[in-house]
């Protein structure tokens, strides 16, 4: 529970209610910031967030961390210990007008000396940049002390007028450890927990309860509250968990990987590196991930398209084919099929040889059009479709290549204050070896200009 705009008694406290029916993960919510496991660097003892609350001078911030890292759970401890007002909304479910309210309601709360209103913002990043802003004026003033949650790099998804009024704050996945410790202080609370049974978990149901949770202590719970539902056998008065008992509750685990988010952007790296680096069995790692997430097969095989020009180029004559077949064969079959062309392109791809002379000579081009403009074409490759043109010497000197011996005139194409200028250093990778023998023999027949 949030209260409403205005604060209630329980959003003022910084509490949220604890009744019977709330789920497990409420209810054993931490209450102080000694409560909170695996997030030492940042509530533990001598860190920045401990001493602005013993100092009474809370900054705003930004919680970024994956899902049940405690981003909520810290925000409304902050308010307890600082004896501040909280109120909480969602970015997804609220907007500029809902901003305006809580802000004239923060003034009027602190013109009755009623002192600081803590607004928590969850998943900041699902505002656009205008309502983002809408936040400056009042937090500058001081009027509200903003601290917003989310589980994307804030460095992409905040603005920077925003960011730079903020201290950001990372939160990591919760280790095993300590997701053991929640599971453990649950087990034996006999008033917000479910410590009025007795309970004995088995050393793998131990693993599989917090192996499956990816760093969420909120998962851990929602799975033993799922557990305590179910008609277990019982030993020496204690109900006993199993491994099988766990994987029941949990049915599927979710990967955490959101298609739109960072954790999307980094297993895509990922893959693509391992590409790029010659290891097939990583790539095939990466690429089961973003299969099972879900990930759009479309994209996945786009990737490895550009990758073949970028990373194999001419070294390998047969990865863009693939590549390009490969996407092909997606639209047409589509997934659950297609995940066999994605892994058959991936491994081709990874073990192939490499090389990015083509890449590295485009950018080498580039860099010297952005430097030197553009140049004069020389009048002897120029086109010349008309008199005036004929009569001012474009086209003239032109020597037909295919009249010329080994159907090379050795003739100088870019402009003469590029004359010498080379962009294409072919490898002596793949196939590129034998394409850097012949440009061997190109250029020095162009600098003996064999036909002048």
Known sequence: MTGDLFGTPETDSGETSRTARAPLADRMRPKTLDDVVGQDEVVGPGTMLRQAVESGQLPSMIFWGPPGSGKTTIARILAGVTGSRFVAFSAVLSGVKEIRQIVEAARAHRARGGGR???FVDE???????????????????????????????????????????????????????????????????????????????DEAWAQLTGS?????????????????LR??????????????????????SLVYDKSGEEHYNVI??????LRGSDPDAALYYLARMVEAGEDAVFIARRMVVLASEDIGNADLRALPLAVATM???????????RINLAQCATYLATAPKSNASYMGLEAAVA????????PVPLAVRNAPTRLMKELGYHQGYRYDHDSPGRHAAQQFLPDELADRQF??????????????RLEWLRSRKKSRPDE
């Open 424 to 437: 294409y250093e072919p490898t002596g990778e793949g196939h590129e070896e034998a394409i850097r023998k």
């Open 232 to 253: 277990l056998r019982e030993e020496d008065g204690a109900r006993v968990v199993t491994a099988a008992d766990v994987r029941e509750a949990l049915q599927t685990k």
């Open 328 to 338: 092909q064969a997606v639209h047409m079959i589509g997934m659950p099929e297609a």
């Open 368 to 375: 010297e059009v952005r430097d030197t403009g553009a140049l």
């Open 124 to 202: 900041i990043h699902r505002f656009n940049k205008s309502q983002q802003d809408s936040f400056l004026p009042h937090v500058e003033a001081g009027v509200i002390t903003l601290v917003g949650a989310t589980t994307e790099n804030p460095s992409f998804e905040v603005n920077a007028a925003l960011l730079s009024r903020c201290r950001v704050l990372t939160l990591r996945p919760i280790d095993e450890a300590s997701l053991r410790k929640v599971a453990e202080k649950a087990l034996a609370d006999p008033t917000d927990g479910l410590g009025a049974d007795r309970w004995k978990l088995e």
């Open 213 to 229: 949770a990816d760093g969420d202590a909120r998962r851990v719970l929602n799975t033993l509250e799922v557990v305590a539902g």
């Open 117 to 119: 209103t803590i607004l």
């Open 269 to 274: 790296s990922a893959f693509i590196k391992s």
